[in-house]
């Protein structure tokens, strides 16, 4: 990799570091950030692959309560660098994808600790905000605040720095001395990803009103000749259409159904 590549590849993964704390812009997020290191080094189309990959997976990963989710950040920044080596070693595209996935979850854990360390010490941050508070010294709140999501940036960053300077060569050989057995059952669990991701989606909002929205969207993503702009106006038209029927039942009068399309528009 270039001078410039690294240094990219660096200020994405510190974004993505502030960002699992923030969540204001997504950096995080894997289709964003594995999307951002595959544009600034050149391999925009994987990268775009990957994070759609680690996407699906991710989607039942969220914070409840005390209980951490694994970190997405690190998983998504160390697994594209990884793919980023493989791909300048002249590894075929899927078998890279494939083992960068497999290196994902682990990394995942890892990270998790990483920013439970980083939590635990912004604990020590926060007290002396609170006796900056006191004597209104608000440059001192400011820099407290500063250095706390740094430290969230610096958990991802060092990592990636660590991969981005490790030889390429070294790289190459360990994801080229994965068993072949190891490698098809790992393009198998590539392929069932997506599946499992809208998988953990229909388990969380599935109910007795929505299973038939669920049948009906799988029934029309079969139709060949109908795009998928197609299925999402569809889809909208009859949400619009349930919720202006299900505000008039609930009001147990009758109702202009085009006027309560309205309203809910409107709102």
């Known amino acids: 990799m270039s001078l410039v590549t690294c240094l990219l590849i660096l ?26 290191v595959g544009l600034v080094s050149g391999y925009l189309t994987e990268g775009v692959l990957l994070g759609g990959y680690l996407q699906m997976m991710a989607l039942g990963w969220a914070n409840v309560g005390a209980a951490v ?58 007290q002396k905000m609170d006796q900056a508070a006191l004597q209104a010294d608000f440059k001192v709140m400011e820099r407290q605040q500063l250095l706390g999501i740094s430290m969230q940036g610096m958990r991802v960053m060092l990592p990636a720095l660590l991969l981005v300077l490790l030889p390429n060569d070294w790289i190459i050989s360990l994801i080229g001395s994965c068993p072949v057995v190891v490698l098809r059952g790992l393009s198998v669990a590539k392929g069932l990803i997506p599946a499992l991701g809208f998988a953990i989606v229909i388990n969380v909002l599935a109910s007795k009103e929505t299973w038939v929205f669920f049948a009906l969207g ?26 202006a029927l299900k505000k008039g039942t609930d009001q147990g009068t009758s109702f202009d159904i085009d006027a309560s399309i309205s309203d809910l528009l409107d709102r």
Do not use: W
């Not at 029309?220 to 009859?238: D, K, R, Y």
């Open 11 to 36: 200020i994405v993964a510190f974004l993505a570091g502030v960002e699992g704390i923030l969540d204001e812009f997504q950096f995080h997020q894997p289709l964003v950030a594995c999307t951002l």
């Open 69 to 126: 989710a694994p970190d997405v950040a690190l998983a998504s920044i160390a697994s594209s660098i990884l793919m980023v080596h493989g791909l300048q070693g002249n590894l075929p595209v899927d078998f890279v994808i494939s083992v960068s996935i497999a290196i994902a979850i682990p990394l995942s854990v890892i990270g998790l600790f990483l920013t439970k360390f980083c939590r635990t010490k912004a604990i020590q941050l926060v």
């Open 218 to 243: 799988f029934i029309l993503a079969g139709i060949s000749s109908l795009s998928l702009i197609g299925v999402c106006i569809i889809g909208a038209a009859m949400m619009l259409i349930y919720m």
